[in-house]
């Protein structure tokens, strides 16, 4: 068994596209209408574009507003992204703009970031 397709709700797909391939420097994987204004629409990571996909998932069950909304408030990220350089990687994307909830920490063996998706998403970057 392995992990395929995970997913992060987002509450535009076409805003999350444009952050999750223009700034966080995925690639678009599969984009697929699935009737109305919502896709299939995921993104995969350069350096491995047949593995693990992100689905950008709508915001279209009213539920998962109150428990995203309720993640943010806490401060708990929706995911977590792997990086080499967590400082570099910070640099660059606050070079794009990308607003930091905080600035890469040293925790033990790992240091992390955790920065927001501009979709409603607190992300976590981490580099072991």
């Not at 896709?39 to 995203?68: H, I, K, N």
């Amino acid at each position: 068994m392995r992990i395929t397709v995970t997913s992060v709700m987002v509450d535009d797909q076409s805003k999350a596209l444009k952050f999750y391939t223009e700034v966080l420097g995925f690639v678009l994987k599969v984009d697929v209408p699935m009737g109305g204004e919502h896709r299939w629409l995921t993104v995969v990571s350069p350096d491995a574009q047949e593995g693990t996909q992100l689905l950008l998932e709508p915001l279209a069950f009213a539920p998962a507003r109150v428990y995203q909304k309720a993640l943010f408030d806490a401060g708990i990220p929706a995911a977590s992204f792997g990086v080499d350089d967590c400082q570099a990687e910070y640099e660059r994307l606050l070079k794009h703009g990308v607003v930091f909830h905080t600035k890469p920490t040293v925790m033990g063996p790992v240091t992390v970031a955790m920065f927001q998706d501009t979709c409603g998403n607190l992300i976590q970057m981490a580099q072991v």
